[in-house]
């Protein structure tokens, strides 16, 4: 037996239909995340000098720069006045594999470059 109907619908599944609307709405109901975590404007400056990745040299970076479609291991030189994070994936995604401080080399494995 399903129970008593009331107009329709069995009183079991209106009691289910109301608590997953009532869930439904309190997942979307949240704290915005910029209330939650505050966050000062980062500001974009261009890393000055050159980096070097795999002997092709680039300078003026702003941004993210994706190397290759698929990570490898890259011989990276900074020459700039920024630190520059290689990321795993192209995009600057999959997380930082490496920090690289200026003036000095490293060969992580990555797909993209940030200076910042």
């Known amino acids: 037996m399903a129970g008593p109907v009331r107009h329709g619908i069995s009183w079991r ?6 608590a997953a609307a009532a869930i439904g709405g309190a ?22 000098g050159m980096l070097t990745v795999d002997d092709h040299d680039y300078g ?10 698929v990570p490898r291991r890259l011989a990276v030189t900074n ?7 290689v990321y795993l994936l192209p995009g600057c995604r999959g997380g930082v594999t490496r920090v690289i401080e200026p003036g000095r080399h490293a060969s992580p494995l990555g797909a993209a470059v940030l200076a910042n």
């Open 60 to 69: 003026d970076l702003t941004g993210c720069l994706t190397i290759r479609k």
């Open 79 to 85: 020459n700039t006045d920024q630190t520059v994070r």
């Open 27 to 48: 997942l979307l109901v949240g704290v915005p995340v910029s209330a939650a975590h505050p966050v000062t404007p980062i500001t974009r400056t261009t890393a000055q």
């Open 13 to 18: 599944r209106g009691v289910l239909a109301v």
